[in-house]
T-cell receptor, first 113, second 114 residues
Framework: DGGITQSPKYLFRKEGQNVTLSCEQN?????MYWYRQDPGQGLRLIYY???????QKGDIAEGYSVSREKKESFPLTVTSAQKNPTAFYLC????????????FGSGTRLTVV | AQKVTQAQTEISVVEKEDVTLDCVYE???????LFWYKQPPSGELVFLIR??????QNEISGRYSWNFQKSTSSFNFTITASQVVDSAVYFC???????????FGAGTTVTVRA
């Protein structure tokens, strides 16, 4: 079955560490997105990519980095510059041009310890 | 700029009651798309409905119904005869005609008690 796989489901980070969240899709979607979810704040866009080797900052990109070397993969790195990284991270994908909405992964819960 | 407001933070009902979730949006685009997603405790967002700005017909899907009113910039969602399995966070979202970024509301947590 086609879908989006996010891993790991739970991730713990020590202060000062960089961590990478994985997002893989087999839907053949061109566009991929990373959202951060905090309680009571809905989803906020971190980064998005509409084609391979290209990506744009979203509303809260500071302290995060991404790459898009393959169509299927859009990993997110949470760097030590992100001062408050504890949150739930959701990856999504879609087909640009049709506005069908997104298909979401099941998310990664990141906790700083 | 696009903005989605879900004024209700939490709603608690007893099973079989109806529940309506409010969604008000702001956009300068004449063509836009509205969505509702459900987020159960597992965390994954599940697509419920998509509506474009030129289609103001209300829609019913089983126990779910949606009321889209451009005059009041609202896209409200009603669950009829609620069930415990309806307990989730529900998000309203908006996108423009060529920009496929979704802007989400803050979400409404619905709790259905048996």
């Amino acid at each position: 079955d086609g879908g989006i796989t996010q891993s790991p489901k739970y991730l713990f980070r020590k202060e000062g560490q960089n961590v990478t969240l994985s997002c893989e899709q087999n839907l053949n979607h061109d566009a991929m997105y990373w959202y951060r979810q905090d309680p009571g704040q809905g989803l906020r866009l971190i980064y998005y990519s509409q084609i391979v080797n290209d990506f744009q900052k979203g509303d809260i990109a500071e302290g995060y980095s991404v790459s898009r070397e393959k169509k299927e993969s859009f990993p997110l790195t949470v760097t030590s510059a992100q001062k408050n990284p504890t949150a739930f991270y959701l990856c999504a994908s879609t087909i640009p041009g049709y506005n069908y909405g997104y298909t979401f992964g099941s998310g990664t819960r990141l906790t700083v310890v | 700029a696009q903005k989605v407001t879900q004024a209700q933070t939490e709603i608690s009902v007893v099973e079989k009651e109806d529940v309506t979730l409010d969604c008000v949006y702001e956009t300068r685009d004449t063509t836009y798309y509205l969505f509702w997603y459900k987020q159960p405790p597992s965390g994954e967002l599940v697509f419920l409905i998509r509506r474009n700005s030129f289609d103001e017909q209300n829609e019913i899907s089983g126990r779910y119904s949606w009321n889209f009113q451009k005059s009041t910039s609202s896209f409200n969602f009603t669950i009829t005869a609620s069930q415990v399995v309806d307990s989730a966070v529900y998000f309203c979202a908006l996108s423009g005609p060529n920009d496929y970024k979704l802007s989400f509301g803050a979400g409404t947590t619905v709790t259905v008690r048996a």
